[in-house]
């Protein structure tokens, strides 16, 4: 997450721009790749003969801490099973979150904390490689980012359903930050404000999503949202 970086023992170790790039190929792969495969990745450009060229190169360039990064054979590569990467834990940060809320409707040990928000929105405070546009970073930068934003909605559901609208709707509105057209997180704020008894909240953030559709898209709010706001404005016009 972020630009590349390699520690060894809290220290930064200085790695050539081919090195980086086959060490995040095999990361972000998470598996054995062929030779001809990350060659094939890596310089598209080139002819096999010179790629498998790069390649060897690359590979004999990498630093060897203690222990070679790369596992390598005549005709596979695969990343050290001793490399601990940050993205694995910016994962498992977000499943854990995206599990957490389905389960909700299960008994939950009362022990079990809820997941975090702030931790959920850190996790991906920086982008995946931002410097980096090979097609094979830019699928998994996207990956990530809608996870980030599943995980969000996911957790404003469930503080929502617990009654803590002030996490539900801090979920919510960083959904929306980070993907401002997205009905799904427009939605996960106008369900808070319904639940809380905010009507006049639900509406205003309704209208502001309709105009910002419209202008950007050409578009209107789905049917359900809609019929959702109308809903809650015929239930307020109906009070006593």
């Known amino acids: 997450m972020g630009s590349f970086d390699l520690r060894y023992e809290g220290r930064s170790v200085l790695i050539a721009p081919a090195g980086q790039r086959l060490l995040s190929l095999l990361v972000l792969s998470r598996r054995t790749l062929t030779r001809e495969y990350v060659a094939e990745k890596l310089w598209p450009d080139a002819t096999s003969t010179q790629a498998a060229r ?96 599943h995980a969000l909605e996911s957790l404003a559901g469930v503080h929502r359903s617990a009654g803590r609208f002030g996490e539900a709707l801090d979920a919510a509105l960083r959904a929306v930050a980070g993907e401002p057209l997205r009905e799904s997180a427009h939605r996960q704020v106008i369900e808070t404000y319904l639940a809380e008894g905010n009507t006049a909240e639900a509406i205003r953030h309704f209208d502001e999503l309709r105009a910002l559709l419209c202008a950007e898209l050409g578009l209107e709010p789905s049917p359900g949202l809609c019929r959702l706001v109308e809903g809650a404005v015929n239930a307020m016009r109906t009070r006593p």
């Not at 997941?115 to 699928?139: C, F, M, N, R, Y």
């Open 54 to 149: 790069c390649l060897r190169s690359a590979l004999w360039r990498l630093p060897r801490p203690n222990r070679p990064l790369v596992t390598a054979t005549a005709s596979t590569l695969q990343l050290s099973p001793d490399i601990e990467t940050d993205l694995a834990a910016t994962e498992d940060i977000l499943h854990r979150a995206i599990t957490w809320s389905q389960q909700w409707e299960r008994p939950v040990p009362s022990e079990t904390p809820t997941p975090d928000v702030a931790l959920t929105d850190q996790a991906l405070g920086s982008d995946l490689l931002p410097e980096a546009w090979d097609d094979w970073v830019i699928v998994e930068r996207e990956r990530l980012h809608q996870m980030r934003l």
